[in-house]
């Protein structure tokens, strides 16, 4: 199944956009539903339900996040509760029904939902991370009469995963009318046998079906557009089909000298294709794709048009911090321009599918993406501590519930949905799936009771063979992890041969020896770097990388140094809520780059230091004592108590201390040598050399002032400074736009920062902020970043962390201007103005 080199070509297109990009056919079906909660999870047998006396939302809505944080819940969800809902739309059927068939299309349902229309039950789909549709043509009233779509939710088991996930209709939903001679939803995908800089040889296949009384000839044309509209290229075929009949249609265009995708030239083009009949337009499908070619190398890795490229990867969760699951654009783009900035060029969904939005904005902005579909498969996970499960609890049995009989279908849709963006050049069909298979421990002698040093991280202590034969030599089960991982590296390829198939390996050397890791084309490690070598000597026609990091500079170093390791995925790129049992009042993950509410952390200017090839430096401190630091007696330098001391913890980014205190002061920077100052008076200079994690340590004697980093040579200098700040004196009030689109989309950031008189950061002092709006906007709420906050999101208040917080508003549909006040006791009132446009 391996080959030495493995060459995927594609071209890549968005299939049914959510909102940004509308299809003719396509209705935009977020407003005006129902909801209420439910007592119980009996599904209702009347329908459609009596729903005077529900609220009113808007989607995309996720309810846990409406909720007060509560201790005696689940940290593994985020310490929110789940629950029972219902959702109802009224509509109209769409005119000239007769001829037309009427699709919805939900992105997103969190979980085991049940749909209606009308009364007659449509389905079902309980994964919460796949999409779905349903055919409502046969039940819709007649004569534009009123319609109601009910779904109904039940996440009563909300304690069902390992991180936060949301509960209700959290992603978009569309309404899709078309003609009965139409190409269906996801019916069209869109490959390159040949990509240069010179040509692109594009093949669109284009998939329609025929749900006339009649058979039907028709005309299928498609166009390729050029982003200033310009047609580069078009196909056309005259075809006949019988009534009750689809096909499948491959066009071939050429596009000369094309502009191709790659992650800083996100360069993108469009198909539009079009079922015509007597020269009348039955049916346009708009495609935006991008044209790029990918190819791994077992020995030399990842080739992105024919250029190597490293992987510069985080992993993320589908939460957006006090939005919950229901993450609108705008807070996705803010988060990834600040990822970009600092160097990050890829996303591995961790660890199920993410939403067509968020692919269309990797697209947009030049991120791959690894897409990861299933964290659960034949055997259930622990959700609260990780590994298997160790206790069988109603509120935590998840997807292992449905994967026998759903997993090929959630597997499919989601494919056939994302299969053509150009971000996505990777199939992750699990994440560390072992430790649901105990054997697997066994197989690797790294648990034997004479093994010392514990798993992680180790190089095994026997051989490859014998690996195998206490693989072999198993007693017989139920299920084989290789013979599923099999079974889902086909059902990936049955569906698209361009990419590469992968997994989150957690114990590496046993998947080897299992078959597992035989299945994929590309095979991750989940940590373990220390192994890559002991696994190319003993299967050296594997090509093996890293799919989960900590987020070490060792780890950046084993793809510096090995050619065949391309790639690093940091855990995690933003904190997320969940992964928290029983730490109270952490309500989840402590990430590495963005906190909560998308405020920098220092590792944001680490990491900046090392992937971006520009002069880049940054100071930050902690108190010594309570460090992984000691002071040398001799020297004075501090110097590490123990090999962890070269985990990055994160530092202040302040300079606030008692006098005289003992401060690790640690700068980021990619120059070979860096001077600090205190007050004007310098401490001395670091070299590169000295430094095995690159960072630049000083134990310095704390006095208020200004401490200084420089760096670089005569003429190109760079530098880095903090200010001892006094008590804060105002609030400096920001929001990240100034004009807000009226399509009840657009968001705005409002940043609020205590600051000194002299205008500098105030960061260790806290208040209570207070937001007030005079305008026609929606608040999405409140956070301040912090892991440890438990306030609630939903509130026009919060109090600060670092001294600021984030506002988050939404537009509604109304042009106008909007005024938003902050104020805090004792500190003069803030005033920003927003126009809605």
């Known amino acids: 199944m391996k080959k030495t080199i493995l060459t995927l070509m594609c071209i890549c297109m968005l299939q049914v956009s959510m909102h940004t990009k509308a299809q003719q056919h396509t209705k935009d079906f977020n407003f005006n539903w129902k909801f209420t909660l439910l007592e119980d999870t009996k599904v209702p047998t ?54 037309k068939s009427t699709f919805v299309l939900f992105d997103g349902v969190y979980n085991n939902a049940t749909f209606w229309i009308n009364g007659k039950r449509l389905g079902e789909n309980p994964y919460g991370y796949s999409p779905v549709y349903f055919d409502l043509t046969p039940y819709l009233n007649k004569n534009s009469a009123d319609n109601i779509i009910t779904v109904h939710v039940d996440h009563s088991r909300y304690a069902d995963s390992r991180w936060y996930t949301g509960s209700g209709i959290y992603r978009n939903v569309k309404l899709i009318t078309v003609d009965k001679l139409h190409i269906p939803i996801w019916g069209t995908f869109v490959t390159t046998p040949e990509v240069s800089a010179e040509k692109a040889s594009v093949s669109i296949q284009s998939q329609v079906i025929n749900t006339r009384d009649k058979s039907s000839e028709f005309v299928l044309v498609s166009e390729v557009i050029d982003a200033n509209g310009k047609i580069v290229g078009s196909s056309d075929s005259d075809l006949k089909l019988e009534s009750g009949k689809e096909t499948t249609i491959t066009q071939n265009v050429q596009v000369m000298n094309p502009k191709l995708w790659d992650t800083e030239n996100p360069n993108m083009y469009k198909v539009i294709t079009k079922l015509k009949q007597k020269n009348k337009v039955l049916n346009t499908y708009t495609t935006p794709f991008g044209i790029r070619s990918i190819r791994f190398d077992k020995d030399h890795g990842f080739f992105l048009n024919e250029k190597s490229t490293y992987v510069k990867g985080v992993c993320l969760h589908h939460d957006g911090g006090l939005v919950g699951a229901a993450v609108p654009d705008g807070v996705w783009r803010r988060r990834l321009q600040l990822l970009k900035d600092a160097g990050v060029n890829a996303i591995r969904t961790s660890h199920n599918p993410f939403s067509a939005d968020f692919l269309d904005i990797c697209d947009e902005m030049g991120f791959l993406v690894q897409n990861e579909i299933f964290d659960e498969m034949d055997n259930p996970k622990d959700k609260q501590f990780n590994l298997n499960e160790r206790s069988v609890k109603y509120i935590t049995r998840g997807y292992t519930e449905h994967f026998q009989q759903w997993g090929k279908s959630d597997l499919t849709r989601t494919i056939l949905r994302d299969r053509n963006h150009p971000s996505v050049f990777q199939w992750s069909i699990g994440n560390e799936i072992e430790w649901t298979y105990e054997h697997y421990k066994h197989v690797s002698g790294l648990w034997d009771p004479e093994s010392k040093g514990g798993y992680w991280n180790k190089i095994p202590e026997i051989s490859a063979d014998e690996m195998k034969a206490r693989y072999e030599a198993l007693p017989d089960r139920k299920y084989k992890l290789a013979e599923t991982a099999e079974r889902l590296a086909k059902w990936v390829k049955d569906l698209d041969t361009t990419r590469a198939v992968t997994a989150n390996l957690i114990i590496p050397v046993a998947s080897c020896a299992s078959g597992y890791a035989g299945a994929l084309d590309v095979v991750g490690f989940s940590y373990q770097i220390a192994q890559y070598d002991w696994c190319k000597k003993n299967y050296p026609d594997m090509l093996f990388t890293g799919n989960e990091n900590t987020g070490l500079l060792s780890e950046w170093n084993s793809i510096i140094e090995n050619p065949m390791v391309f790639s690093m995925y940091m855990w995690t790129g933003i904190d997320y809520m969940g992964e928290a049992n029983q730490k109270w009042p952490q309500k989840g993950w402590d990430g590495d780059m963005l906190d909560f509410a998308g405020f920098k952390k220092q590792k944001w200017n680490y990491f900046k230091s090392i992937w971006i090839n520009q002069p880049h430096i940054s100071i930050g401190t902690k108190p010594v004592e309570g460090s992984l630091f000691k002071i040398d007696e001799l020297s004075g330098k501090p110097v590490a108590k123990n090999k962890k001391a070269m985990s990055w913890d994160n530092s202040n980014m302040h300079w606030n201390y008692q006098d005289s205190e003992m401060v690790l002061v640690e700068v980021c920077s990619n120059l070979p040598v860096v001077e600090l100052f205190l007050n004007g008076v310098s401490l001395g200079c670091r070299g590169l050399s000295e430094c095995p994690d690159r960072i630049f340590r000083w134990a310095v004697p704390y006095q208020a002032g200004t401490i200084t980093a420089k760096a670089g040579f005569d003429g190109a200098r760079v530098k880095a400074e903090l200010k001892t700040t006094g008590k804060p004196v105002a609030i400096e009030f920001t929001s990240d736009k100034s004009s807000l689109k009226a399509d009840a989309y657009d968001v705005a950031h409002l940043i609020a920062q205590l600051v000194d008189k002299d205008g500098n950061p105030v960061k260790t002092e806290e208040t209570e902020i207070v937001f007030e709006i005079d305008g026609d906007v929606r608040l999405l709420g409140v956070d301040n970043g912090s892991k440890s906050s438990t306030q609630d999101f939903q509130s026009d208040r919060v109090v600060t962390n670092e001294g600021h917080c984030l506002a988050l508003v939404q537009s509604n549909k109304t042009a106008g201007t909007v005024t938003i006040k902050a104020s805090a006791k004792g500190l003069e009132t803030q005033t920003l103005t927003i126009k809605l446009e």
């Open 46 to 99: 009347s329908l459609p339900l009596n729903d005077s006396d529900w609220r009113d939302v808007r989607l995309p809505h996720d309810w846990s996040v409406e909720f007060s944080f509560d201790e005696k819940l689940e940290g593994c969800t985020g310490y929110l509760p789940g629950g029972v809902g219902v959702y109802q739309k009224h509509f109209k059927t769409p005119k000239n029904q007769n001829k």
